[in-house]
């Protein structure tokens, strides 16, 4: 592929987004489920810190200008409960980082604390850490953002193999007007995505949240009625699910917030966003309105995600909107 004017940027990213789907995968082999922590109830791994520490690691060394924005941050990790806890992290990073000391390891997972400007990278570390644990789908997601947009948006998918290829993970990225693309986990050829030709809403192929706490589960099954859809969705896990889409594997994903206040964090849709658009879709939040990443860490302007193959599109948005006003 051919990145443009961002070529350094999408270099170095690619190549971080490799060591680092590889470092989480490494982590699951060798911790599993033991890598498992409740940090403020919500799950958190060894893999979560140790990617973040070395992603921001070596953004700093490309591009010690740009903020990361990202979601770990070292607070529960600098306390004294939590002293095997990053002996692990620090242990798991030796192998790719070995300069990587612990106070170097939380220095660096908290410049993921940066405050979003005229150019800077978000970070999900592991996105989908239930799937992560539960042995299903995770991504590493990385985006690039300039001015308000995405300009790279890069997905490290250990778990998201095509065997007409070597079977390894996947990566998955993007760049603005260059396309979407595929390449393996280990190899360097880079396959272009497409987004199915599907028209008919009976006929899609839907995806949705794993975890049924993360979305409204009886807003979802009232827009799928409405559309009529044949075949139940599928549940998946993390942006893997924008991969899918992207590559044309499914045509449509509703995610309706649970709680009304919820709000998106851009680290959770900002990669899977441009791969989708890249490929030949579209992604607007629950109304139709474009997703709006100058708004902060959040996605304070926008209510719930709506990405598809953009010929299912119109049908998907006026079916939520059916669904929300005859309430
Ligand atoms: P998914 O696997 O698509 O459900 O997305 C996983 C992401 O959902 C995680 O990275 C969290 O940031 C996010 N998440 C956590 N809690 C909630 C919630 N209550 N509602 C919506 N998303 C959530
Ligand atoms: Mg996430």
Redesign the pocket.
Known sequence: MNPGSWRREFGVALDVIREAATLARDVHQQIGDRALLKVDQSPVTVADFAVQALVAHRLRQAFPADPLVAEEDAAWLRSPAARSTLQSVVDALHPVAPDLDANRVLDAIDRGRGVPSDRFWTL?PV??TQ?FIRGNQYVVALAFIVCGRIEIGLLGCPRLTDDRQDGAGSIVCAVRTRGAFRTSLAGREFVPLRVSSCREPRKARVLR???S???DLRTFNEIVAILKVETPPTLM??QA?HAVIAAGQADLLIRC???RE?QE?IW?QAAGSIIVEEAGGRVTDLRGMPLDFAAGRILARNEGVIASNSHLHAAAVSAVQHVTTHR
């Open positions: 999900d996105d989908g799937g949240s794993f975890q706490e993360h979305i896990d993390s699910k917030p649970a709680e919820f964090r959770d």
